[in-house]
């Protein structure tokens, strides 16, 4: 199976459109962590364990690895979600961006180093940036496209002729790009109206919507805006509201929080899965 | 000193506007370095041993590392490049490109892990994605504006009333987001005409300029169009066409392909400037 049939498999299988995304910060772990070696990992394979069957992804930022000096950590944590949950496809937040020979590289750090199912990409340097990603044919992208932070409009909001530049990007994902359907597109939470264009623009391209919980984006308006037929269409990811949701016992916190945002969100979708 | 002014300390004492770029492949290294744990890093310290005199800046792209689980071997190089040559800035080309928490992360990798002078850091997420870097006083980033590769036009070049999207970057980078005095841009030596336009810009912002070598910019027309003032504002970047020069000998290789290329680019400076 290629990175999208993966991905409509795990919505059935799940009925979630919850991603936890890891993002592990050593200073919030719990005590009884402190001094492991391998904390990192430790940390991120309890609430992996804690959560699994209840989402439909995992979502790593490699930054939160790579500058704690824990690539080796993050290499196993993906070997162990993918050991014990074959199911559920991993994606690699790392948002690279580059061309050639380079890209290749990043390419095989993705694909081949760290055994993704997928990776975040930038697509400010076009389409032959992103080819050496789409060479992998059972494997995926995320282009960023509307992105959740205050200062996203900068760039993507400019005019460029009739369409916004991420409306332009969001069109080039969904034709030119994708011809064989290996991409999703990246999409703030916190503008629901523009979730609900780029979902006309795109027709069911997969949106990988970071944004819910400590970013504040409204859950309800972007299920409505974001889904695709048969209620699916959507990874919802939310790190540091389950990660962290319980100091003392983050496996029984993030458990806890998953589960209320997984049913939260299925209350919005339509038609409504049933949850095994 | 800060990354500008060390860039402008190291444009004078080397009389060189030359970057090497490292971006090591291990398929092309002598026969010699083969099955060395630490190739990667012997093979750049021969480079950086044989250019140091003829250079502004090294530039080592980390995915040629990351790719072959060489982190560690990057760490000790950029300090190699510190303790060795400590006038010379390294430039981490990253690309990196992530909001908040993570773009810290990303800031602390690139700074503290890696001990960079700066980095390379892709727009597209707006201004409130590069503050991260620019909370470091003393270090710098380069900013993605026009790159070098066929693609790029497919977003930089869109009309966005009345300027370019590259255009807008190269305002932003020299105005809003450079309060103090932090940023360069990267601009391909692909096309000289636009490298005109972003020095008109962007004033004496340094621009560093890959695409010369293997990429077949020309040096002419590239260093006419976008020296600065006192003629220096330019960081040319030449990677492949260094390192792999001579298959048996890289470093004299490097040394004799460094040397022609510096000396290339002096004679079109002005005002010419003097050789130690």
Redesign the interface.
């Known amino acids: 199976m290629n990175f999208i049939e993966s991905l409509n498999a795990s919505w059935e299988k799940s009925a979630s459109l919850l991603c936890v995304g890891l993002?592990p910060?050593p200073e919030k772990f719990p005590a009884r962590l402190s001094g492991c070696h391998d904390a990192i990992f430790r940390f991120c394979v309890e609430i992996v364990d804690a959560t699994a069957d209840l989402v439909c992804c995992f979502k790593p930022?490699i930054?939160?690895f790579?500058?704690h000096?824990a690539?080796t950590q993050l290499e196993d944590l993906i070997a162990y979600i993918h050991l014990n949950y074959p199911e559920i496809p991993v994606i690699l937040?790392a948002?690279?961006?580059?061309?050639?020979?380079?890209?290749e590289?990043?390419a095989?750090?993705a694909f081949?180093?760290y055994a993704a199912d997928a990776v975040t990409v930038?697509?400010?340097?076009?389409?032959?940036?992103i080819a050496p990603y789409l060479a992998y044919p059972d494997k995926g992208i995320a282009l960023?496209c509307r992105?959740?932070?205050?200062?996203?409009?900068?760039?993507?909001l400019?005019?460029?002729?009739g369409m916004k530049?991420y409306e332009?990007?969001a069109r080039?994902a969904a034709d030119k790009w994708n011809s064989n359907r290996q991409c999703a597109l990246v999409v703030g939470a916190t503008y629901p109206a523009e979730i609900a264009r780029i979902r006309e623009i795109t027709g069911d391209l997969p949106l990988l919507v970071p944004g819910i919980g400590a970013q504040g984006g409204d859950l309800r308006s972007t299920v409505e805006a974001g889904c695709a037929t048969r209620g699916t269409g959507l990874i919802i990811n939310s790190s540091?509201a389950i990660l962290y949701a319980d100091s003392v016992d983050p496996a029984g916190g993030a458990r806890k929080a998953a589960r209320e945002m997984r049913d939260a969100i299925n209350r919005y979708r339509a038609p409504a899965p049933t949850v095994p």
Not at 124 to 129: A, N, Q, V
Not at 147 to 156: A, F, K, R, V
Request: aromatic share 4%; hydrophobic share 25%; proline share 4%.
């Open positions: 993002d910060d930022q930054a939160h790579s500058a000096r690539e937040d948002k690279r961006g580059d061309i050639g020979s380079t890209a590289r990043y095989a750090e081949i180093r930038n697509p400010y340097m076009g389409g032959d940036s960023l992105t959740s932070n205050p200062g996203s409009g900068d760039l993507q400019l005019d460029t002729g530049l332009r990007v080039l540091r």
